[in-house]
């Protein structure tokens, strides 16, 4: 079953066009997130499992927390006998392990990573083997003056600006997404996870929350698909990696964003309204889904 029960978006494998994967990169990164763990250093050359490369000694590490077991996290398949064993390229009931890159191979069982080596084996913080799914929701205006005029850039282009959070977890800027749950559809995670980040929505009265609910209703009625794909995450690892589909809901003429009230809650520390600009640094990929919404709406970048 390609569709994956809840969850239709991923049902197709593909990159959005004009988006070539990457070598990654961040993926690579020296000390591996929240650990004292040094990845075995791998040149840009030989990234891909085409090139050979016998001295590559990943470093194995699956972090305590994963090994816990929380709930959205698989078994150690290399330690313990599964059964059933785990449906890879397919689905588990709910749970989602089709890669939107098409299918991934398996060596010795375990899923090997497809945009190549990382210099670390394991899982490290991510809790499937194989793909992890998540969902970034780009939500963008027209940056406008006083008077209501659109503010133009350096480029003579008009300037866009998109709801951006401060990341808990290492206190960089990113784009208020999350993991999709088992059996979650893509769009259902955008809009919980915009609640959840930019607007607090843990902390809301009911009362509150039936507010907030009407104002994504009118914000979310539609969205478009800007990038479905693999991440370049610096959690990634040979063995399991984060993808997503990232979708820009754009507020035209700035009449539904008017009533957003932005409050930082959840995984995020704070929140803002950021200037889209080709100078930005952004957690993993985003900068990346950034430039594709520029590029749709012909803004400064």
């Known amino acids: 079953n390609r569709g994956c029960m809840g969850n239709k978006a991923t049902a197709v494998a593909r ?3 004009g988006m070539k994967p990457k070598c990654h990169i961040k993926a690579r990164c020296e000390i591996y997130p ?3 763990i040094k990845r075995f250093p791998v040149p840009d050359d030989k990234v891909p499992w085409t090139t050979k490369f016998p001295e590559y000694k990943p470093v194995d590490y699956t972090s305590e927390s994963i090994l816990k077991r929380p709930v959205y996290a698989d078994p150690d398949i290399r330690t313990e006998k599964v059964d059933p064993p785990l449906s890879f390229n397919g689905c588990d009931g709910k749970i989602n392990r089709v890669s939107h ?9 375990i899923p ?6 990382t210099g670390l084996m394991g899982r490290g913080t991510l809790g499937r083997w194989g793909p992890n799914h998540a969902a970034d929701p780009i939500v963008t205006r027209w940056k406008v003056d006083e008077s209501g005029k659109i503010i133009k850039g350096p480029d003579g282009k008009p300037v866009l600006q998109f ?3 401060q990341r808990r977890d290492n206190h960089q800027w990113a784009l208020p997404g999350g993991m999709v749950d088992a059996g979650e559809v893509v769009t259902a995670t955008v809009r919980r996870e915009f609640g959840e980040e930019a607007m607090n929505s843990i902390q809301m009265s009911s009362e509150e929350k039936k507010r907030m609910e ?3 209703d009118e914000l979310f009625a539609t969205g478009r698909e800007i990038f479905r794909g693999y991440v370049d995450d610096p959690r990634n690892t040979d063995n399991s990696w984060m993808e997503t589909v990232a979708f820009n809901f754009h507020d035209e003429d700035g009449s539904c964003l008017g009533k957003i009230n932005l409050c930082a809650g959840d995984d995020a520390m704070n929140v803002r309204w950021t200037d889209l600009s080709g100078t930005l640094d952004l957690y993993a990929s985003h900068v990346d889904f950034l430039e594709e919404v520029a590029k749709f709406h012909n803004a400064s970048w």
């Open 214 to 216: 009407k104002e994504l």
């Open 112 to 117: 090997r990573n497809p945009q190549g080596r």
């Open 101 to 109: 890159m098409g299918d991934y191979e398996l060596v010795d069982g």
């Open 163 to 165: 709801v951006s959070v």
């Open 15 to 17: 990159l959005s066009p």
């Open 34 to 36: 929240r650990s004292q």
